[in-house]
């Protein structure tokens, strides 16, 4: 069937004013905007009891459903017209005759408009094209809609517009809504799996006096009551981790970061994380638990551990790879010497030369880091997780026994984009100290994103923190491989925009 469609020489102004003419009728009939109408079954559930029944089996069923959602096409023929209703399962097909509903209720159908919302009664039966559809007995229009909604063919394609006005990409693109419904279904599987692991879920505060447990630059807000600035979170993992000194061996959290970051299709300023920490472990035990759980995510959302992003297949049944920072860099720097990893002054003009920076305050691990994100890391397509961090850009995270320059940490790439990051926590808290004292000289010289100094955090550590590891995830990160999804913006309801004009 075809949509019906205003008149191309109608612009949206005169088309709004018909409808709004069309609902002063309503509510001069008194019928505008009504709340009784009760939907009994969905679209969904009629296509999945009758829609393989044979047109002769159905023609004596009379078995009544009351069905509601809103009208994507309509097709009218003299007394007989068709229409399309979708509610949230998915479309069906309406047949309403003017012999069956009375004359006045057809002519209420024939003047309704494509996106209005509609309650229907009726009974199933198939056309002579096999398509199931209702043989609709009442029909009412619950609700105007004022606006006209995209045209069928040129669709709503614009993504400022399908940004900024989510609701309306979700009525007219129906792929959408499945990305948002496998996203919902990959955050209850990672609840149940960690739930099943014995982990306990809780909260932790969102507005904190310190901004800790990142580098990261904070929103700031003043509170009146206390007279003082605070900050919106930019990870939990502080919280949590005092938790885990107070007795929650197995703890997690999913739930808003806030970080005062640019926009780009890789970073809104509000995402969504998965922290999880657990005692008597270590990284190499919590990345084992993060290779199954991606694993286990993708089979559970998208039925195989074999999926395809942005035109790439990907097979999750494979075993991640495990590279070292080092061993990353000089994989994807053919005929860099070793060495030059070793020597500062080399690392820098190479840091340079590759287009990164190299302020004379970065030591050793910080222009190895620097090289890493500049040249491997988007070169990490395939599940790959990233260890040996340096100690100089790993302020939480435990040295290694054998070598204090490094830390035990990683990081896990997939598709070229950070995805998760753990480590053996640092359980010293004169250490911690420290570190946190090295993180407030680098803020003093300029590091908008360098730490401040927690105090009541190193006191938690001086009752005993057990020996842990613990993992931030980026959920929407994770969504975006699983739904083939190009941009952040793509798996958040409503990312953040930049201003309308």
Known sequence: MTEQHQPPQLDENHIIATRREKLERMRAEGGAYPNDFRRDTLAEFLHGSYGEAEAAVLEGETTMFALAGRLMAKRVMGKASFGQLQDMSGRIQIFVQQNAVGEAVYDQFKHADVGDVLGVTGTVFKTKTGELSVKVATLRVLVKGLRPLPEKWAGLTDTEVRYRQRYLDLIVNPEVRATFEKRGKAVRFIRNFLDTLG???????????IPGGATARPFVTHYNALGRDFYMRIAPELYLKRLVVGGFEKVYEINRNFRNEGLSTRHNPEFTMLEFYQAYADYQDAMDLVETLVRDVAITVNGAGQLSYQGRDYDLDKPFNRWTMKEAVLRYNPGLDPAVLEDREQLAAFVKSVGGDAKPSYGLGKLLTEAFEQTAEEQLLDPTFITEYPTE?????????????????????????????????????????????????????????????????IRALEYGLPPAAGVGLGIDRLVMFLTDSPSIRDVLLFPQMRPEV
């Open 199 to 209: 982990f306990v879920e809780v909260e932790t505060p969102m507005l904190q006096p």
């Open 393 to 457: 850009v790993s302020p939480l995270a435990r040295c290694n026994d054998a070598n204090p320059e490094i830390t035990d940490r990683f990081e896990l790439f997939i598709g070229g984009r950070e995805t998760a990051n753990g480590f053996s926590e640092l359980n010293d808290p004169d250490d911690q100290a420290a570190r946190f004292h090295a993180q407030v000289a680098a803020k003093h010289a300029g590091d908008d994103e360098a730490m401040v100094f927690d105090a009541d955090y």
